[in-house]
């Protein structure tokens, strides 16, 4: 049998792999981070501050980590009992029934920090995860052929490796258009990018002229049979460059090579860690539980490297 050859320069992985460990042992440690209990009363306290109607009993630390637990596909009625549990073992004051903590999860904030810095570079791309699991029959026979896939499509840093914007769709929408909202959002909010791209699914002209209207320098990988006299002159530049040199020297000029990290090895690792199922059943739950992956991964990263 002739071993193919291997595509590519062979990769070296520099990475500290004690370091790596302590990171994903310490992810764990979330689960049962229970120090915000002593802050309970202060975050009620800051949480009524001016509400109008029935007061909160519950802190968002706590739906926070339930949140976290529903999104390693732990039931919500299960979620109540290991709740109660903690009770018990005095180490909560108090539980909330399963009803609460589906309402409150529902309805908590999936944002997530914007990052620092003038000049970020990120990737776009999307994802499915698949909502109905009971297979081709119970979609055929009770209609539920519409919501058998949720889109997710994300900005993603190639540096930290992380998502710093997200979108959740339940019907199928136009990639860039969500692009499009998120860099919006993200300008509006301060952030600096100095550049942002895509693979192929993004390289429609109407792009690159509006990133280029931002002032946002364009890394899209151009059509292989892409004209050199379209009307995007950063497109034309680019697909001349390509065609001269070659692609390999595309993406090492251009960093393009640096968007596996920040989108498919960002769906990768949300998958592993969270599933790609999702189990609500309501719009309102299946969008919330698609976005609690990515707004989970990121806090559970981010508390790792703490």
């Not at 004690?18 to 042992?25: G, H, M, N």
């Not at 698949?130 to 029959?137: A, I, K, M, N, S």
Request: glycine letters at 8%.
């Amino acid at each position: 049998m002739v071993k193919k050859k291997r595509w590519g320069k062979k990769y070296i992985d520099n990475r500290d792999f004690k370091k790596c460990t302590e990171q994903l042992v310490k992810r764990g440690e979330y689960l049962l981070d229970l120090d915000f209990v002593e802050r309970w009363n202060r975050e009620l306290a800051e949480m009524n501050r001016n509400k109008v109607g029935a007061l909160f009993k519950f802190p968002n630390s706590l739906i926070q980590l339930q949140a976290v637990w529903h999104g390693k596909s732990i039931p919500y009625r299960m979620i109540e009992g290991m709740t109660v549990r903690l009770v018990e073992m005095s180490e909560l004051p108090d539980y909330n029934d399963y009803t609460t903590i589906d309402r409150r999860v529902n309805r908590m904030s999936t944002k997530i920090s914007v990052p620092q810095g003038n000049n970020l570079t990120i990737f776009s791309d999307g994802t499915s995860l698949q909502v109905v699991e009971g297979g081709e029959y119970l979609r055929e026979k009770y209609g539920k052929k519409n919501r058998r896939w949720v889109q997710v499509v994300i900005w993603g840093d190639p540096v930290t490796k992380e998502p710093v914007s997200f979108d959740v769709n339940i019907v199928q929408s136009s990639e860039i258009a969500s692009a499009k909202k998120q860099i919006e959002e993200l300008l509006d909010k301060g952030v600096g990018i100095m550049a942002a791209g895509g693979d192929g699914a993004f390289d429609e002209i109407d792009f690159w002229n509006w990133l280029d209207w931002k002032n946002i320098y364009s890394l899209i990988k151009p059509d292989k049979n892409a004209r050199e006299d379209t009307e995007s002159v950063l497109r034309n530049i680019a697909v001349k460059w390509r065609n001269k040199n070659g692609y390999a020297k595309w993406r090492e000029k251009t960093g393009y090579g640096d968007r596996w990290p920040a989108t498919e090895g960002i769906f990768s690792a949300v998958k592993r860690m969270f599933g790609e199922q999702i189990h609500a059943r309501s719009e309102i739950g299946i969008l919330q539980e698609a976005a609690c992956k990515f707004w989970a991964y990121k806090k559970l990263k981010q508390y790792g490297e703490a």
